[in-house]
């Protein structure tokens, strides 16, 4: 059982930046797929960025230039640094963990809120 921790999140202006970051227990974490969602109220949980575990990354539109998503296999933790931040980036973040189709976990979420 792989258990995921993340942190970083909290209140920040429009135009600020935060670090998430997704500790990961275990040893699968350097052959996992890592992921960032979101989900804002009444909206549905949204992919914000992935990394293979070759470290190819992909975004989704609404934030690409603006984060960046990294891992550290030495530590088992994942990043994800934001900047630029805007409202609409408001929003729970989860951090999720791929090793295959049957293993597939998620983290309890960190709350991130971009308001003045």
């Known amino acids: 059982q792989v258990q995921l921790v993340e942190s970083g999140g909290g209140l920040v202006q429009p135009g600020g930046s935060l670090r998430l970051s997704c500790a990961a227990s275990g040893s699968t974490f350097r052959f996992s797929a890592m992921g960032w969602y979101r989900q804002a109220p009444g909206k549905q949980r949204e992919l914000v960025a992935s990394i293979t575990y070759r470290g190819s990354t992909n975004y989704a539109d609404s934030v690409t230039g603006r984060f960046t998503i990294s891992r550290d296999n030495a530590k088992n933790t994942a990043y994800l640094q934001m900047n630029s931040l805007k409202p609409e980036d408001t929003a729970v973040y989860y951090c999720?963990?791929?090793?295959?189709?049957?293993?597939?976990?998620w983290g309890q979420g960190t709350q991130v809120t971009v308001s003045s």
């Open positions: 999720n963990l791929r090793f295959s189709i049957s293993a597939d976990f």
